[in-house]
Nanobody, 124 residues
Framework: QVQPVESEGGLVQAGGSLRLSCAVS????????MAWFRQAPGKEREFVAA????????FYADSVKGRFIISRDNAKDTVYLQMNSLKPEDTAVYYC?????????????????WGQGTQVTVSS
C-alpha cells in the first residue's frame, strides 16, 4: 500500500514562496508517477504539476508554469513542490497523488493514492 503524506502548508504573502513536500510510504516511489493537485472552496480539484516515475519529465498547468517547480528525490521517497511568486488565487488545499506506472497524467481519476491535503493560503 502506498501512502502519500504532505507536509504542513501555511500562510504566505503574495509574491512569497513556499515549498511543499510529500513523503511516500510503502513501495518504491520511483515506480509511481506523482502529481500535485489543488482544490479551492467551491471549485473542482485541479491539476497543478506532475513528474514521471524516474523524474526525467515534468508537466505543469498553465496557471503555475514558470512559478512552480515539481521535483522528486527517489532515494528519500519524497516529492516536492516549490511555489514561487505566489498569488492569492493559489490559495487552496494542495494534494499529493501517486499513480501506478511511470507516465504522467493530469486527471485526478487516473491517480490511485492520495494524501490528506494541506492548506496553502496566500494573502494579498
Amino acid at each position: 500500500q502506498v501512502q502519500p503524506v504532505e507536509s504542513e502548508g501555511g500562510l504566505v504573502q503574495a509574491g512569497g514562496s513556499l515549498r511543499l513536500s510529500c513523503a511516500v510510504s510503502g513501495r518504491t516511489s520511483s515506480s509511481y508517477a506523482m502529481a500535485w493537485f489543488r482544490q479551492a472552496p467551491g471549485k473542482e480539484r485541479e491539476f497543478v504539476a506532475a513528474i514521471s516515475g524516474i523524474g526525467g519529465s515534468t508537466f505543469y498547468a498553465d496557471s503555475v508554469k514558470g512559478r512552480f517547480i515539481i521535483s522528486r528525490d527517489n532515494a528519500k521517497d519524497t516529492v516536492y513542490l516549490q511555489m514561487n511568486s505566489l498569488k492569492p488565487e493559489d490559495t487552496a488545499v494542495y494534494y499529493c497523488a501517486a499513480r501506478k506506472g511511470k507516465t504522467m497524467r493530469t486527471i485526478p481519476e487516473m491517480y490511485d493514492y492520495w494524501g490528506q491535503g494541506t492548506q496553502v493560503t496566500v494573502s494579498s
